[in-house]
Nanobody, 115 residues
């Protein structure tokens, strides 16, 4: 069992930056691929970025060049640095941990970008 707690969301103006954090507990963090998803009202949940156990990264086309995912295995934490934010980035951002058949979600943190 893995518990995930996100933080760092908030209200920011377009063009601004935020850094999201997700702290994991309850299992061996380094064995999990970690990911950030987002869900806006009336829209499907979408993958924003993920980072594997060997720190290979993958990004949605909509955030490439603006967002950066990283992980600190010693701190059991995954980060999402978000720069040049746009109003369309407004959503609840959720942390995900997956390994084989195991898949865990955090509660999410709200990011709101004003124009």
């Amino acid at each position: 069992q893995v518990q995930l707690v996100e933080s760092g969301g908030g209200l920011v103006q377009a063009g601004g930056s935020l850094r999201l954090s997700c702290v994991a507990s309850g299992s061996i963090f380094r064995l999990y691929t970690m990911a950030w998803y987002r869900q806006a009202p009336g829209r499907q949940r979408e993958l924003v970025a993920d980072i594997t156990t060997i720190s290979s990264t993958n990004y949605a086309d909509s955030v490439k060049g603006r967002f950066a995912i990283s992980r600190d295995n010693a701190e059991s934490t995954v980060y999402l640095q978000m720069n040049s934010l746009k109003p369309e980035d407004t959503a609840v951002y959720l942390c995900n941990a997956r390994s084989g058949p195991y898949n865990y979600w955090g509660q999410g943190t709200q990011v709101t970008v004003s124009s």
